[in-house]
């Protein structure tokens, strides 16, 4: 069988390929299936990107409706079909993917109990490659799909390019401590905040004020805070993980050996950078 190749140990990230493709027929399924063509938000792509070991862009071949056997599990308003698609481009994937791929999928009903007419739609798969069994993917979530449009490609590509890098910003657990400094005079001071990644990344954020000027903050990612971090860019891997992942206000039993001023001050450092992120944006 023939397969499209990855470079040995890495993940193949074609992105000098062309996103340039044929204007498809508009697809009736709900945002809450599919991510639209033209509507994706940064956070709903990464959230499938960062799950999901495989990244394919494929057409979609053909689409065979299984038995009521093989459906017994589906509720009544979804239909269990299998897939047929033919690869147009490996975005993400340690040891290649065969050029036809097949996919279980549980697709939404209207109301004269019909699917959507999947044919030669061409959409993202977002899963994994099911082991032992060359070519078929298990989708990361019964809704880890993306329809093709140009903003959706650069999207896929730009946040899986950043999803791969060894460095990688992780998932946010939680707010592990953090404490408040005052300065010399009033007004300045400095809080740092200290966040536990699910890998025990070190992740930071300190705030500076000073009287009479703007608050500054800024995101270290190494264990010894970084005097040069900046606060990231929007819509970037860091950006997401803070953006999306960190609890809207501080705890005050995570402020440790403060007065209530220092915690109140901390609370305050918090919410400015809460604020200073902006919304997730996050539409699923």
């Known amino acids: 069988m023939r397969f499209v190749t990855a470079k040995t140990g890495l993940c193949l990230i074609l992105l000098g390929l062309s996103a340039a493709t044929s204007a498809q027929a508009p697809l009736d399924l709900p945002p809450s299936f599919v991510i639209e063509a033209d509507k994706a938000s940064y956070a709903d792509i990464a959230d499938l990107v960062v799950i999901s070991p495989l990244i394919v862009d494929v057409t979609v071949r053909n689409v065979r409706k299984l038995s009521a056997e093989q459906s017994a599990d589906v509720p009544a308003s979804l239909e269990r079909v299998l897939v047929e698609a033919d690869v147009m481009a490996l975005i993400r994937g340690e040891g290649g993917i065969t050029p036809r791929v097949r996919f279980l999928l549980d697709a939404p009903k209207n109301a004269k109990g019909k699917i959507p007419k999947l044919q030669k739609q061409r959409i993202y798969l977002f899963g994994r490659q099911v082991t032992g069994r060359p070519g078929e993917v298990q989708l990361a979530r019964p809704n880890a799909l993306a329809l093709f449009s140009t903003a959706n490609d650069a999207l896929?590509?730009?946040?899986?390019?950043?999803?791969?890098?060894?460095?990688?910003?992780?998932?946010?657990?939680?707010?592990?401590?953090?404490?408040?400094?005052?300065?010399?005079?009033?007004?300045?001071?400095e809080t740092q905040i200290f966040l536990k990644t699910d890998n025990e990344q070190p992740l930071s954020l300190t705030i500076l004020s000073?009287?009479?000027q703007q608050k500054q903050w800024a995101v270290s990612t190494a264990e010894v805070i970084d005097a040069s971090a900046t606060a990231p860019q929007r819509f970037t891997l860091l950006w997401y993980r803070l953006a999306c992942g960190l609890p809207r206000s501080l705890p005050s039993d995570r402020v440790e050996g403060a007065s209530n001023a220092d915690t109140a001050r901390a609370q305050a450092d918090y919410k400015f950078v809460i604020e200073s992120l902006g919304p997730c944006e996050r539409k699923r």
Not at 158 to 187: C, D, M, Y
């Open 156 to 189: 896929v590509r730009a946040i899986t390019k950043e999803a791969v890098q060894a460095n990688a910003p992780r998932r946010i657990a939680s707010v592990s401590s953090a404490f408040h400094s005052a300065g010399t005079v009033l007004g300045e001071g």
């Open 210 to 212: 000073r009287p009479g």
